[in-house]
């Protein structure tokens, strides 16, 4: 049983460059969601998805587009990396809105 | 708009010393509580939680919660840290939607 799988662990984008995270789960949870996570600042939600074909945004959702189109998949997509977009990334799965939410390791993003 | 709030963002402490972390959020109504950890190098996990019921919560490695509703108040609580217990802790609130939202997180650092 993997958990929740983040790929990948490191990446280093110039400005304007685009790129896709990948998060995907095997434990059948309807809900997913991505945060950020910066020093000083915890972790902020960017997106979330309550299942597949249904996404919304959360406290930080500019630059950042989702799409959910299976149970077990839910990737982040930067359309224009900026320097602001450098950070930590994890994505998370619950199985009900409310629960106790499962991490991925983490993407490590830096943009210059 | 919903927010927790962390007093600490860095704790020193040495082996032995009893640890409590202040955790208050900012909503009237019914709330589920969590404190998550992340150890150095690895991904968040949950250490306990709070839905309803008795006020005192036990979680793993020790650790325990109150939930004072008066004090709209989650503190953390160890009665005896170990260097292992160094990591990062986040407090997290959800009020019954989509969101779970995350405090800034508190540093501890146990000195052997």
């Known amino acids: 049983n993997a958990g929740v799988t983040q790929t990948p662990k490191f990446q280093v984008l110039k400005t304007g460059q685009s790129m896709t995270l990948q998060c995907a789960q095997d434990m059948n949870h309807e809900y997913m969601s991505w945060y950020r996570q910066d020093p000083g600042m915890g972790l902020r939600l960017i997106h979330y998805?309550?299942?597949?074909?249904?996404?919304d945004q959360g406290e930080v959702p500019n630059g950042y587009n989702v799409s959910r189109s299976t149970t077990e998949d839910f990737p982040l997509r930067l359309l224009s990396a900026a320097p602001s977009q450098t950070s930590v990334y994890f994505c998370?799965?619950?199985?009900?809105?409310?629960?106790?939410?499962?991490f991925g390791s983490g993407t490590q993003l830096s943009v210059l | 708009a919903q927010s927790v709030s962390q007093h600490n963002h860095h704790v020193i402490l040495s082996e032995a010393a009893s640890l409590e972390l202040g955790c208050n959020y900012s909503?009237?109504?019914?709330?589920?509580l969590f404190w998550y950890v992340q150890y150095p190098g690895q991904h968040l996990q949950l250490l306990l939680k709070y839905f309803s019921g008795d006020p005192l919560v036990k979680g793993i490695k020790g650790f325990e919660a109150e939930f004072i509703k008066s004090k709209f108040s989650f503190n953390l609580r160890k009665p005896s840290v170990q260097w292992s217990d160094t990591a990062e802790y986040f407090c997290?609130?959800?009020?019954?939607?989509?969101?779970?939202?995350f405090g800034a997180g508190t540093r501890l650092f146990v000195k052997a």
């Open positions: 909503y009237g109504g019914t709330v589920n």
């Open positions: 997290a609130v959800n009020t019954g939607g989509f969101k779970t939202i």
């Open positions: 998370a799965s619950s199985y009900r809105r409310n629960e106790k939410l499962f």
């Open positions: 998805s309550v299942g597949a074909g249904i996404t």
